[in-house]
């Protein structure tokens, strides 16, 4: 399957999922348009040829374009002639708009996935280091194990050699008076000895533990980055929510504007300062509606989903409040 067809088909399958939410308010605003439209491509061949079906209004239309030019038009399965397809050229023009429409979001939608995927790589071989960088760390503290035996036998050699040597100072002095002056210098001298030897193993000991603290240290400030990775993924996801129902809220308020200009009650959508629906009450611009008009706006625009809408709007402000 060529390009060509790939992107008609995904426009195809987008604009299906648009129209399971029913109209949109432009749809809703246009003459004539008063049933969701529903466009599905049937075929596409080599030659650039397209048949489209939807439906509008209570019609069945079916219609073969070469590129965007009408080539044949079905209404209620009922062929129409060549030389009406004039009446018929702001349908096409709308469902032509519309797939391009689509067409441009599924590329956007196609972008935004790459750089999803892109980012959760990075997440991956972010985790692959933090693992290579804890196995590391677990050779490390093996290694200081290791060494911290090592110390501790060979004190017990500088113990065991200090004993013979105090056997051989208590020796030297039964054997001769001569030498025991020397011998106690060199006693005092190996007790020196030993403690300076003493100092420095406690030393070493401390640097050992300050080593492992350390490592504790950066073992908890990578887990925390990880935490702050997944905390910045849900405000992310948080932020895509509220951006997406302020654009409902938004689209659902101008319908309703748009809507009490076409009943006349305002003559123009800058001429809505405020509105306020809500059970019991419609009121526009401060005036309080009739109860049919209020009836039908609480039916329509709260349809048990909502419970009041408050919409302000001054030269500088627009505020709007839905429960």
Do not use: C, W
Request: charged content about 40%; overall charge neutral.
């Amino acid at each position: 399957m060529d390009k060509k067809i790939l992107l008609t088909h995904a426009m195809a399958f987008m604009l299906a999922i648009g129209t399971t939410h029913g109209q949109t308010t432009a749809d809703k605003n246009k003459p004539g348009v008063s049933g969701p439209l529903e466009v599905r491509t049937e075929l596409i061949d080599g030659s650039g040829q397209s048949t489209i079906n939807y439906s509008e209004d209570g019609h069945r239309y079916r219609m073969r374009l070469n590129e965007s030019k009408l080539q044949e038009l079905y209404v209620d399965d009922k062929k129409i002639e060549p030389g009406d397809f004039d009446k018929y050229e702001p349908l096409v023009k709308r469902i032509l708009v519309r797939l391009e429409k689509d067409r441009k979001q599924a590329e956007k939608d196609r972008a935004q996935a790459e750089k999803d995927r892109a980012q959760a790589e990075k997440d991956r071989e972010q985790a692959e280091k933090d693992r290579a960088q804890a196995e590391q760390d677990r050779v490390q503290s093996d290694k200081d194990r290791q060494q911290a035996e090592k110390d501790r036998a060979q004190s017990e050699l500088d113990r065991a050699q200090s004993d013979k040597d105090r056997e051989q100072a208590e020796k030297d002095r039964a054997e001769s008076d001569k030498y025991r002056e020397q011998a106690e210098k060199d006693r005092g001298q190996a007790q020196k000895d030993l403690a300076q030897v003493e100092k420095d193993g406690v030393q070493a000991e401390k640097d050992r533990v300050q080593a492992g603290l350390d490592r504790v240290q950066a073992e908890k400030d990578r887990a925390q980055a990880g935490l702050d990775r997944v905390q910045a993924e849900k405000d992310r996801q948080t932020a895509e929510i509220d951006r997406k129902q302020a654009e409902a809220d938004r689209k659902m308020i101008n319908g309703l504007v748009d809507e009490l200009v076409n009943e006349k009650i305002v003559a123009t959508k800058a001429a809505v300062t405020s509105i306020l629906l809500d059970g019991d009450q419609l009121i526009v611009n401060g005036v309080k509606q009739p109860d049919g008009i209020h009836l039908r706006f609480k039916a329509k625009y709260l349809n048990g989903k909502r419970t009041r809408i408050n919409y302000t709007k001054s030269e500088t402000h627009t505020s709007i409040s839905i429960d």
